[in-house]
């Protein structure tokens, strides 16, 4: 009878312990299914942002693609006929792609990435490219402001005389319907423009 009772003993105790571990293993079951949830929800959410992820990409590259063989070249002329101008006719053309980003036509006919050219005419490249953009942007006539920290932002900081000449050349006969107007602390766009001899007016500030 001893024997049979210590063997009963020993079976609760492991049947005890059984159950414990049962009850814990349901514990960590239920924290597992209710996180199980929670990532399904996570999962449906991701599913639906890159859904529409993968919507924007397509409609953007129909944009881009409709953009290269309507807006592009529209773009590129005016942007190639706004560097010869302001360069006095030495750039002739400028073309932009995916790989280079804006390349230029040299005088001797071979074409250069714009990187590479000197600063004062990367700076004349950036003042094209603006241009063409707010010509893109709108047929208004626009506001030109060309300052240190506006629209046209340093325009003329790495121009020397011949460039700043040009330009300013440029700007008045080219947007003769735009009010255009010049922030400087030097006198050098004043020295310019009278020997142009155009028309304009000055306000200092103090």
Do not use: H, W
């Amino acid at each position: 009878v001893q024997n049979l009772i210590r063997i009963k003993e020993l079976n609760l105790n492991t049947l005890e312990l059984n159950n414990k571990n049962i009850i814990e293993n349901l514990e960590n079951l239920i924290n597992l299914e209710e996180l199980l949830q929670i990532e399904k929800q996570n999962y449906e959410e991701l599913k639906e942002k890159n859904d529409k992820i993968n919507m924007a990409k397509m409609l953007i590259e129909k944009a881009y693609e409709k953009m290269k063989n309507s807006v592009t070249p529209k773009f590129t002329s005016n942007l190639s006929e706004n560097i010869f101008e302001i360069s006095d006719g030495k750039y002739k053309k400028v073309t932009i792609n995916d790989d280079e980003g804006i390349i230029v036509e040299l005088p001797n006919g071979k074409y250069v990435s714009a990187e590479k050219l000197s600063g004062g005419t990367i700076e004349q490249l950036y003042l094209s490219l603006r241009l063409s953009m707010a010509k893109e942007i709108s047929d208004e006539v626009l506001l030109l402001v060309c300052s240190r920290s506006d629209i046209l932002d340093e325009a003329f900081a790495y121009y020397d005389d011949e460039r700043l000449k040009n330009t300013l050349e440029f700007l008045s006969n080219k947007f003769k319907e735009n009010q255009i107007i010049l922030f400087t602390c030097t006198n050098r766009e004043k020295e310019v423009l009278d020997k142009l001899n155009k028309n304009y007016k000055i306000i200092t500030l103090e």
